[in-house]
């Protein structure tokens, strides 16, 4: 388990903790279950439903896991209702954020097990690639599938990152269940130096 707290909740790049070293960035469609795997892996009931507060839900979310060491909530994407205007807003903070930000070390990408790789998924993919920092990816709501049904998506997952040439990692997970949390937590801290 990660210890974390909540710390700041940031609408512009100026506002981003001075004193942070590292920092692993969560990012995902809205609904995927990244809040609750946020909260699973802090062991935290309510710690990544701030982000989801109406007013902070453009916004990046950090959390202290350690001197100087952050996760961060990104602000999901892909919810049809969100006006452009907001989209081109996500895109702005987002894509500055990870594409400029040098304490990132990684970004957990969370894709629902049924719906893996949409659009908006491969693209972030894809242009988070080019930055040369790894993406770890958890395959959410692995309990909503049978052991037999889950393999080959992850299977699959894996080689759909291998045809695009990209280095990142997969696996299995469920918040309600506390699947693979060990797996997620190791990349975590191992990505933090931690
Ligand atoms: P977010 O929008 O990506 O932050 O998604 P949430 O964490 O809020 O989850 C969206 C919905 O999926 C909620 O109803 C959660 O209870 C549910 N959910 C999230 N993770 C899991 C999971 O691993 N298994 C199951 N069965 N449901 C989940």
């Not at 909503?144 to 894996?158: D, I, T, Y």
Request: proline share 6%.
């Amino acid at each position: 388990m990660l210890n974390a707290s909540f710390q700041i909740t940031v609408a512009e790049l100026a506002q981003l903790p001075p004193d942070s070293l590292a920092e692993v960035a969560f990012a995902g469609r809205s609904n995927a279950g990244k809040s609750s795997a946020i909260n699973a892996i802090t062991n935290q009931k309510r710690l990544a439903f701030v982000s989801k507060t109406p007013g902070r839900t453009q916004h990046l979310n950090f959390f202290r896991a350690g001197q100087g060491r952050y996760l961060v909530d990104l602000p999901g994407y892909g919810y049809a209702k969100t006006p452009m205007v907001e989209q081109k807003r996500w895109q702005a903070l987002v894509g500055s954020y990870l594409a400029g930000r040098p304490q990132l070390a990684g970004l957990v990408l969370i894709m629902d097990i049924r719906h893996p790789f949409t659009d908006l998924d491969l693209m972030l993919l894809d242009w988070f690639q080019a930055s040369g920092k790894p993406v770890h990816i958890l395959l959410s709501k692995a309990d909503k599938l049978s052991r037999n049904q889950s393999l080959p998506v992850l299977r699959a997952a894996q080689a759909t990152l291998a045809e695009r040439g990209n280095p990142g990692s997969v696996q299995l997970f469920s918040s309600p269940k506390h699947m693979g949390l060990d797996e997620a937590e190791a990349v975590i801290r191992n990505w933090l130096q931690m």
